[in-house]
Antibody, heavy 120, light 107 residues
Framework: QITLEESGPALVKPTQTLTLTCTFS??????????VGWIRQPPGKALQWLAL???????RYNSSLKNRLTITKDTSKNQVVLTMTNADPEDTATYFC????????????WGQGTLVTVSS | EIVMTQSPATLSVSPGETATLSCRAS??????LAWYQQKPGQAPRLLIY???TRATGIPARFSGNGSGTEFTLTISSLQSEDFAVYYC?????????FGPGTKVDMK
């Protein structure tokens, strides 16, 4: 059974760096084709894809976030970490991590999400 | 970047009726499209991938169709648990992109 769980600070001040951790079970991030991605959703708004890391450490980012994102993995801990620099109130959102299937970059399992508020 | 749009923004349907949701892409691609259902306070749930393949455990009343730039999600004989927001997502190229969503509510 695949599960994912996001963790991180509930409140971040503007200009600070936001660090989120996705802890997963039920699959290995060493299996060919597998990936873990991050998606966010501002309150009352649509989903926005942020980043994806593959089993082979290849990485993809949403270029609209202007190089503020870094995604890494720790396969020994079954964790994927997303860091976002220079936090802004517009980054206030629920952040989800998801399991990318080996057959395409869609997400068949999601964490429950974690709400991050950026405010002074 | 492929921009995804969805219509209508809100669809009011009575239980037992059929709902047809549309998703349009700004560039053409084959079938690299997924549909998700999201209920308030919950994570999205994968319904359809490869434009028309139901995910594991998804009832047969959900069906997907389309290719190129026009895609549809049809929900036949709408059940009370189907009232939710539905998103399409392209995974043809980077960045991955979601549509703005269609809210299906009760008429």
């Amino acid at each position: 059974q695949i599960t994912l769980e996001e963790s991180g600070p509930a409140l971040v001040k503007p200009t600070q760096t936001l660090t989120l951790t996705c802890t997963f079970s039920g699959f290995s991030l060493t299996t060919a084709g597998v990936g873990v991605g991050w998606i966010r959703q501002p309150p009352g708004k649509a989903l926005q894809w942020l980043a994806l890391i593959y089993w082979d450490d290849d990485k993809r980012y949403n270029s609209s976030l202007k190089n503020r994102l870094t995604i890494t993995k720790d396969t020994s801990k079954n964790q994927v970490v997303l860091t976002m620099t220079n936090a802004d109130p517009e980054d206030t959102a629920t952040y989800f991590c998801g399991h990318r299937t080996p057959w395409g970059s869609y997400y068949d399992y999601w964490g429950q999400g974690t709400l991050v508020t950026v405010s002074s | 970047e492929i921009v995804m749009t969805q219509s209508p923004a809100t669809l009011s349907v009575s239980p037992g009726e059929t709902a047809t949701l549309s998703c349009r892409a700004s560039q053409t691609f084959s079938d690299n499209l997924a549909w998700y259902q999201q209920k308030p306070g919950q994570a999205p749930r994968l319904l359809i991938y490869a434009a028309s393949t139901r995910a594991t455990g998804i009832p047969a009343r959900f069906s997907g169709n389309g290719s190129g730039t026009e895609f549809t999600l049809t929900i036949s004989s709408l059940q009370s648990e189907d009232f939710a927001v539905y998103y399409c997502q392209q995974y043809y190229n980077w960045p991955l992109g979601f549509g703005p969503g269609t809210k299906v509510d009760m008429k």
